[in-house]
């Protein structure tokens, strides 16, 4: 080794370069390789943050933080985990839901008014989503789904919320939900083809 | 505890059981692998909510990126003793390995427990998403199943529902050449009746059987098999 540092090579952006290989040129540190990265999950970070947190604003504040997280902990991005895609879809997922639970939780909850208003919010998580749903494997995908494993997938998912939440809206019991989520998730896994191999 | 695999990649798990499910993937292979496959379709599920994002959010991300330190990557890994991993493949014999289970009368530190309970979480993930596995189910006299995954010379196998052996007593599990003859497969460690071991080095042709022995082990099984699958 050189104790001298050589000049940093000029990377040309390569269109097919994938964005697992991005993310290992922006754990060395290399801002040009995270502006693609930006570039690419910039909008689903958004769009997924202001599908759990609905108020633009907040979701614009949690992107900010996914993105920055995105960049400092990049070296730690383990491919052989999972794809960048899943990484930064979880990563704001759960950033995104911890915002919305501490807010519920400061908030002192009415019961009679929140089971209102949680089957408004449901409903408008579902026509929001459903308005979404436009590309064709995905939304195949949930239709294959019963109604009622589409119901409590994508109110946990897209509304953030917890399965004892989604329990409570649905009026079902626990068990109930946790096995439609999970029979749920098996099915979309299983449409969709995306095995940890993929 | 694994039936919460799903609600745990789709977030909807409270801060108590998230941590919880957190601690029992460190020992399950099986629910970490399944957590991984949920997160890829819940990853496709964000794609389809994609809005565009303020343009002034580019700027204000790049303003932070500028004067934010990056975390280092995990240091390398140290250069430990005999590689389990090298000394199992490296073995004429068949070994099996129970998930999270200390190997041998070595005292590992905690963190390679941990890389073995990854490198073993990585073998059975292999296995179980590989599309030349084979796989065979049955149920286990007594109660529960048991289920047997095989590819490319690995192989995992997976109790679920097991009762509770009497007492002084555990599973052990056994690898039958096609001769017969029956080699220890080591205990089959259960956590509230379930329980997943990994394997390598296995022929296509053995099968694999699960008695109740004295809970040391025995060298050949003093009872009929429960259950044997392949
Ligand atoms: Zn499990």
Redesign the interface.
């Known amino acids: 080794m050189v104790g001298r540092r050589e000049a940093a090579p000029v990377v040309v952006p390569d269109p097919a370069e994938t964005t697992e290989a991005l993310l290992g040129r922006v754990?060395r540190?290399d801002?040009a390789a995270?502006?693609l990265v930006?570039a690419r999950v910039?909008?689903?970070?958004?769009?997924?943050a202001?599908?759990v947190l609905r108020d633009?604003h907040q979701a614009?504040e949690v992107?900010?933080e996914v993105?920055?997280e995105v960049?400092?902990?990049?070296?730690?991005f383990d491919e052989?985990?999972?794809?960048a895609?899943?990484w930064?879809?979880?990563l704001?997922?759960?950033r995104a839901?911890d915002r919305v639970?501490s807010s519920q939780a400061a908030r002192n909850r009415d019961n009679a008014v929140a089971s209102r208003s949680n089957e408004r919010e449901y409903d408008e998580v579902v026509e929001?989503?459903e308005r979404?749903?436009?590309?064709e494997?995905?939304?195949h995908?949930l239709d294959g789904l019963t109604p009622r494993q589409r119901d409590t997938?994508?109110l946990?998912?897209?509304g953030?919320?917890?399965?004892?939440d989604?329990a409570d809206v649905l009026k079902l019991p626990l068990g109930t939900v946790?096995?439609r989520?999970?029979d749920?998730?098996?099915r979309?896994?299983d449409c969709?083809g995306?095995?940890?191999?993929? | 505890m694994h039936?919460?695999?799903?609600?745990y990649?789709?977030?909807?798990?409270?801060e108590v059981e998230r941590r919880r499910f957190e601690r029992h993937l460190d020992d399950c292979p099986a629910c970490t692998?399944e957590v991984?496959?949920?997160?890829?379709?819940?990853?496709?599920?964000?794609?389809?909510?994609?809005?565009?994002?303020?343009g002034a959010?580019?700027e204000?991300?790049?303003a932070?990126?500028?004067r934010?330190?990056?975390?280092?990557?995990?240091p390398a890994r140290s250069v430990r003793g005999p590689s389990w991993r090298r000394a199992l493949t490296g073995a004429a014999a068949v070994l099996l390995v129970t998930a999270g289970a200390a190997l041998g009368t070595v005292a590992w530190q905690q963190h390679q427990a941990a890389e073995q309970a990854q490198e073993l979480a990585?073998g059975m993930?292999r296995v179980l998403?590989?599309?030349e596995r084979v796989e065979a189910r049955h149920t286990v006299a007594g109660g529960g199943t048991a289920t047997m995954v095989m590819a490319e010379g690995d192989a995992v196998l997976s109790a679920a529902g097991i009762p509770a052996a009497p007492h002084g007593h555990g599973y052990q599990m056994w690898v039958i050449a096609a001769d017969g003859s029956m080699q220890s497969g080591g205990m089959l460690k259960l956590a509230d009746g379930d329980g997943s071991a990994f394997m390598t080095g296995v022929s296509p042709d053995v099968s694999l059987a699960l008695t109740i022995e004295p809970e040391g082990g025995s060298d050949q099984p003093t009872t009929e098999p429960l259950v044997q699958l392949g």
């Open positions: 754990g540190g801002e995270f502006e930006y910039a909008d689903v970070v958004f769009g997924l202001r599908s633009p614009e992107a900010q993105l920055l960049w400092r902990s990049a070296a730690r052989a985990r999972g794809s895609r899943a930064i879809a979880t704001t997922h759960r839901v639970r929001k989503v979404r749903l436009e590309a494997r995905v939304r995908c997938v994508t946990a998912y897209y953030g919320r917890s399965y004892t989604v946790k096995t989520m999970r749920g998730l098996i979309l896994r969709l995306v095995g940890s191999d993929a | 039936d919460l695999s799903a609600a990649a789709l977030n909807a798990l409270d692998v991984r496959e949920f997160a890829e379709a819940a990853a496709s599920l964000a794609e389809r909510v994609a809005e565009p994002a303020p959010l580019r204000r991300v790049m932070d990126v500028a934010t330190r990056q975390v280092p990557s995990r990585d993930a998403t590989s599309p």
